[in-house]
């Protein structure tokens, strides 16, 4: 799968831009603040329907303008596939495939498998299990449309259910049969998202080992754990034992949307005992474990986007991470760098087509190659 053409309108930073990229690898250059990283969170965007970095549609539009498009121009399996993803303030956000609207945007996630390597990552150790739960229900879904469609459903149920319990307060009442309804839905949807999550962080768990064991370089002993409720008891059990706590928070205390991944090395978590070093090596091998069964699910190389990464890590790591994914396992790169020099010579080590992007402040964001 190549991003063969990009063409930006009202996004971020850009008025109007346009780009024709390398099969291979493409690189973005410029100052701080010239828009490098926009450009990789619009092909970004174009995968996932969202930012990476801000979701909030409204936020993403040029400050002079009141909408945005965003462009990709795709050759998959042969068949050329055009994607159009537009905002206008105060509307939906809508995506194009060919011309054609989609329904429901989760009819689009999957379609165009992507993986970004960003200094944002480091999210992942840091913040709260949110932040993970959302990186391994993004995978799963790009594979399992029965998945997404069941973790949409929980989460509107869920949200129904806490409506509900807030009801009860604010009007001092309470309906049992109408929160078992609730209850029964919320069984059933976790239950399979319970199994689904758990049958993927035993695989995963697989394929990332062997990535972090070419990455770090060490034998270092590094798990990711899956940590839930259900573990020891299923839904049903939980949600009825917890109504009293659940009536007095006025929402819903236990389910799995109280999941967790654990990361640990040397079987203590990475947050507290890990070195940057040692947390960096493990994101990267997270990340290209994504790479990897993304590809093993789809059949299709996903695109892998690298942002802002030699100013994060140092540049021996950088150069590994390079020549690993130089392989014919990767597909099409996107890199963004400050320093062309830096990046022109690393790249040219790998002997791989390139294009060179150096974006500029002013001249209308416009870019040498």
């Known amino acids: 799968m190549i991003l063969k053409q ?11 831009k346009s ?10 250059v410029g100052n701080n ?16 329907g969202k930012s990476y970095f801000n979701p909030v549609a409204s936020q993403n539009v040029n400050h002079s303008a009141d909408f945005f498009m965003i462009d990709g121009a795709y050759e998959k399996n042969d068949r050329s596939e055009k994607i159009i993803v537009g905002y206008k303030k105060n509307q939906k956000k809508t995506i194009k495939r060919n011309g054609k609207l989609y329904e429901r945007f989760s009819d689009h996630i999957g379609f165009l498998p992507l993986v970004i390597v960003s200094p944002a990552d480091r999210d992942l150790i840091i913040e709260g299990s949110e932040t993970r739960r959302k990186f391994i229900d993004s995978i799963i879904s790009q594979s399992d449309k029965e998945y997404l469609n069941t973790l949409i459903k929980y989460n509107k149920t869920l949200a129904q259910r806490n409506s509900l319990l807030k009801y009860f307060a604010a009007n001092n009442t309470f309906d049992a049969s109408t929160l078992e ?21 035993e695989l995963f768990n697989t394929i990332f080992l062997n990535r972090h064991k070419v990455v770090s370089g060490a034998n270092e002993k590094t798990s990711i ?8 008891t299923n839904l049903d059990n939980l949600l009825t034992q ?57 059949g299709v190389r996903p695109i892998l986007l690298l942002d802002d990464i030699f100013d994060k890590l140092d540049e021996n790591r950088v150069s590994q991470l390079i020549h690993l994914v130089n ?35 002013k001249e209308n964001q416009g870019y040498e190659n």
């Open 181 to 201: 309804v609730y209850n029964e839905q919320l069984t059933n949807y976790g239950t399979f998202i319970y199994s689904k999550r758990k049958m993927f962080v």
């Open 6 to 16: 990009l063409s930006l309108v009202n996004y971020k930073n850009f008025e109007s």
């Open 225 to 232: 754990i899956y940590k839930s409720q259900l573990h020891d």
């Open 242 to 298: 917890s109504i009293n706590k659940d009536k007095a928070l006025q929402y819903t205390s236990v389910g799995i949307h109280k999941d967790d991944l654990v990361f640990n090395i040397e079987n203590h978590p990475i947050k507290r005992f890990g070195s940057q070093g040692q947390q960096k090596s493990f994101l990267i091998a997270l990340k290209l474990a994504q790479f990897d069964f993304l590809k093993n699910e789809s």
């Open 33 to 48: 603040g010239v828009g490098k990283t926009n450009v990789l969170d619009a092909i970004y965007h174009l995968s996932y």
């Open 327 to 361: 392989g014919n396992d990767f597909g099409q790169i996107f890199i963004s760098d400050t320093h062309k020099e830096r990046t022109e010579n690393i790249i040219k080590e790998t002997e791989k087509t390139y294009e060179l992007f150096q974006l500029k402040q």
């Open 19 to 28: 780009f024709t990229f390398s099969d291979k690898i493409n690189c973005f």
